[in-house]
């Protein structure tokens, strides 16, 4: 159930859409200073002190101090709303984020959470942990902004990992 909510919710990130809730008042004020995710088997991530967020010097897309997030083309994928609800474009619900966790859309469950040393921890459908890496630089308010590029990058990321081409079963019926 929660993969198909997921699915529906990031169906929003793959075409042209109305922007976020929001979007030109702003939601949650954040904290943007420089950080960096060093993610096991993966290339690091990094937060700039001008709201890029980058990998392996790849721009992945732009944050700013209202709670917006763009893309690398500047158009809008998603916004932190004050009571930490993420909207995302044609008002899509992308999930909550709170100060060291977030959970997915159609959740109330954490799927992931940043630990006070700066460990991210992955859960899965059944609550087991597992290491995700360790944020640099995210003490204090910048570790909600950490939890939120982390949950943005896994919402993005099961976004790519769901789409696939058409599927064909083949099925018995039997009849008395």
């Not at 916004?79 to 959970?103: C, F, K, S, T």
Request: charged share 20%; proline share 8%.
């Amino acid at each position: 159930m929660r993969s198909v909510l997921l699915l529906l919710a990031v169906s929003a990130f793959g075409c042209s859409a109305n922007p976020p809730p929001r979007w030109q008042e702003g939601g949650a004020p954040i904290v943007i200073a420089p950080a960096r995710w060093d993610r096991p088997d993966d290339d690091s991530i990094q937060i700039h002190a001008d709201g890029k967020v980058t990998e392996d010097g790849d721009l992945l897309f732009v944050l700013d101090r209202a709670g917006r997030v763009v893309d690398k083309d500047y158009e809008p994928v998603a916004i932190l709303m004050p009571d930490g609800h993420v909207g995302g474009p044609d008002n899509v619900l992308l999930g909550r984020v709170g100060h060291a966790n977030a959970a997915p859309p159609g959740s109330a469950a954490a799927w992931l959470a940043v630990m006070p040393n700066g460990q991210v921890v992955r859960f899965d459908d059944e609550g087991d942990r597992h290491d995700a890496g360790v944020w640099y630089g995210c003490e204090g308010p910048q570790k909600r902004t950490c939890t939120l590029v982390t949950h943005v990058l896994w919402v993005r990321n099961y976004m790519r990992n769901s789409r696939g081409g058409v599927s064909v079963g083949v099925g018995v019926m039997m009849t008395p």
